[in-house]
């Protein structure tokens, strides 16, 4: 089982479903595994910093990333890449558990 995920990591998800042409709020949810007032937090959030559009169709709203969420997402994935390149056993574990872990190894 996974820990819980970061915010950075949700609104990175969301922002890469959007990205990928999920753009219909109740999909972008399911998609990223979330709650529907988290999901508002973080739509509203990725709007006011121009990372995505609300697009309003029919009284139906759509969201679609922007040039600015595009070049976000290139800059991230790159960052990431870094840290943790393919094929690497490089834990993502939370530093304190990290720290944990070690010092129960150490006194092996």
């Given at each position: 089982m996974t820990g819980k995920r970061s915010r950075l990591e949700m609104y990175l998800d969301v922002l890469e479903k959007i990205s990928q042409g999920?753009?219909?709020?109740?999909?972008?949810?399911?998609?990223?595994?979330?709650s529907w007032r988290p999901l508002q937090e973080i739509l509203r959030s990725l709007a006011e910093k121009e990372l995505i559009e609300e697009?309003?169709?029919?009284?139906r709203r759509y969201y679609k990333a922007?040039?600015?969420?595009?070049?976000?997402?290139?800059?991230?994935?790159k960052v990431i890449h870094m840290?943790?390149?393919?094929?690497?056993?490089?834990?993502?574990?939370?530093?304190?558990?990290?720290?944990?872990?070690?010092t129960k190894m150490s006194r092996s």
């Open positions: 999920v753009s219909k709020p109740t999909n972008i949810m399911y998609k990223c595994n979330l697009i309003e169709l029919d009284n922007t040039e600015k969420g595009e070049r976000t997402l290139i800059y991230l994935r840290l943790h390149p393919a094929g690497s056993k490089e834990s993502v574990m939370p530093r304190s558990k990290q720290e944990l872990l070690m």
